[in-house]
């Protein structure tokens, strides 16, 4: 079946660093692929997403790229901030409109001044 | 914005009882409501989708009988996890689908059970 698989955390990293959370997975067809964060105390919340190849999804300084040829979705940002501590959740969702969620096992962020 | 709680946000029971979790949209409609379970440091996994006047679907290796879903109305589903066990001790986390097919899904917070 579909899976995702993402890098194992936690991620440690100073204020102004460039951050990449590797992102890849598994599916048939032609999946919409997803960047959920989840801040302290709060629900997940959608960070930015793509639906076909080479789609960019961008959002708050956050940047992925749909690289089918590679079935990678990596997140990057070029300067993190103390506010981006979180844990950070890649996912799928199925083709044909399917609204089904798969994730991976997500990744946590701490950002130090 | 779209918002979506839970309640309650913890729980604690004794093994035997049951515990029923609630899921709102507070400012959306939603005809699709889905649960989630995660364990601690493991990807969220997808329990059932919830669906507005009809039975509920369960993923694969979900008790049904176990996992009662209710969502009786556009801005409410139901969790009750009937006869808990501390094997049922985990995060429950629903989500609710703002509009149609394909639309964004909006997350509550999560209820954390511990089953005694």
């Known amino acids: 079946g579909d899976s995702v698989t993402q890098m194992e955390g936690p991620v440690t990293l100073s204020e102004e660093a460039f951050l990449t959370i590797n992102c890849t997975y598994t599916?048939?067809?032609?999946?919409?692929l997803f960047w959920y964060v989840q801040y302290p105390g709060e629900g997940l919340q959608l960070l930015l997403k793509?639906?076909?190849?080479?789609d960019k999804g961008s959002n708050k300084g956050f940047e992925a790229t749909y690289r089918k040829e590679t079935t990678s979705f990596h997140l990057e940002k070029g300067s993190v901030q103390v506010s981006d501590s979180a844990v950070y959740f890649c996912?799928?969702?199925?083709?044909?409109?399917?609204?089904?969620?798969?994730f991976g096992k997500g990744t946590k962020l701490t950002v130090n001044p | 914005g779209a918002v979506v709680s839970q309640h309650p946000s913890r729980v604690i029971c004794k093994s035997g009882t049951s515990v029923k979790i609630e899921c709102r949209s507070l400012d959306f409609q939603a005809t699709t409501m889905f649960w989630y379970r995660q364990f601690p440091k493991q990807s969220l996994m997808l329990m059932a989708t919830s669906n507005e006047g009809s039975k509920a679907t369960y993923e694969q290796g979900v008790e049904k009988d176990k996992f009662l879903i209710n969502h009786a109305s556009l801005t409410l589903s139901t969790l009750t996890v009937t006869s808990a066990h501390p094997e049922d001790s985990s995060f429950y986390i629903c989500?609710?689908?703002?509009?149609?097919?394909?639309?964004?899904?909006?997350f509550g917070p999560g209820t954390r059970l511990t089953v005694l």
């Open positions: 996912a799928l969702s199925g083709q044909g409109g399917s609204e089904k969620l798969v």
């Open positions: 599916a048939t067809g032609y999946p919409s």
């Open positions: 793509a639906t076909k190849a080479d």
């Open positions: 989500s609710a689908n703002k509009a149609g097919p394909g639309g964004e899904q909006f």
